[in-house]
């Protein structure tokens, strides 16, 4: 098989006093994404996809909170070893498509950016990485503001002899 395609899902909890990091990029906010480490969870779906298309298990197998040298990580560097990780066993990323949840802050503005990040970490073309945002209008905890989500699809190419 030379494709395979992997989801990933990630949900964190909002609170007070923490940064709003999406996509690699610390967006202005009265609330940030409470986790182990930067709970950036657009990132965190992304990698959960690009582990799940190789059947690698999660990221919490990776990176365990549990673990303190993952306390307040950078995620995109998190995501560079994942890509590291799929490349060694001879795939690469084909495209990336994303959803973020999120009533507040409006997150349209900050789409290219994140974009840009996550296609330089993973030396992808900007046009393989796709990002939407969404609100859930005001139904369950991401409508309630709690929380913000995130979905990823990966779809992996075999870039070599690969299992």
Request: hydrophobic share 40%.
């Given at each position: 098989?030379n494709?395979?395609i992997?989801?990933?899902?990630?949900?964190?909890?909002?609170?007070?006093?923490?940064?709003?990091i999406?996509?690699?990029?610390?967006?202005?906010?009265?609330?940030?994404?409470?986790?182990?480490?930067?709970?950036?969870?657009?990132?965190?779906?992304?990698?959960?996809?690009?582990?799940?298309?190789?059947?690698?298990g999660?990221?919490?197998?990776?990176?365990?909170p549990?673990d303190?040298?993952?306390?307040?990580?950078d995620?995109?560097?998190?995501?560079a070893q994942?890509?590291?990780?799929?490349?060694?066993?001879g795939?690469?990323?084909?495209?990336?498509?994303?959803?973020?949840?999120?009533?507040?802050?409006?997150?349209?503005?900050?789409?290219?950016?994140?974009?840009?990040?996550?296609?330089t970490?993973l030396?992808?073309?900007?046009?393989?990485?796709?990002?939407?945002?969404?609100?859930?209008?005001?139904?369950?905890?991401?409508?309630?503001?709690?929380?913000?989500?995130?979905?990823?699809?990966?779809?992996?190419?075999?870039?070599?002899?690969?299992?």
């Amino acid at each position: 098989m030379n494709i395979r395609i992997g989801n990933g899902y990630d949900i964190h909890r909002l609170v007070p006093e923490r940064p709003l990091i999406l996509g690699g990029v610390k967006i202005d906010h009265e609330l940030g994404l409470l986790g182990h480490s930067d709970a950036d969870v657009l990132t965190h779906a992304i990698m959960d996809a690009m582990l799940g298309a190789l059947s690698l298990g999660d990221i919490g197998h990776y990176f365990p909170p549990s673990d303190p040298q993952w306390k307040d990580a950078d995620s995109l560097e998190l995501l560079a070893q994942v890509d590291r990780l799929i490349q060694a066993r001879g795939w690469q990323i084909g495209n990336i498509d994303s959803v973020i949840v999120a009533e507040r802050p409006k997150l349209k503005p900050h789409i290219p950016a994140m974009r840009d990040r996550l296609s330089t970490v993973l030396n992808l073309q900007s046009n393989q990485v796709g990002i939407k945002a969404t609100t859930n209008e005001k139904l369950d905890a991401t409508g309630r503001e709690e929380g913000i989500a995130a979905y990823a699809i990966v779809l992996l190419l075999a870039s070599s002899v690969s299992n």
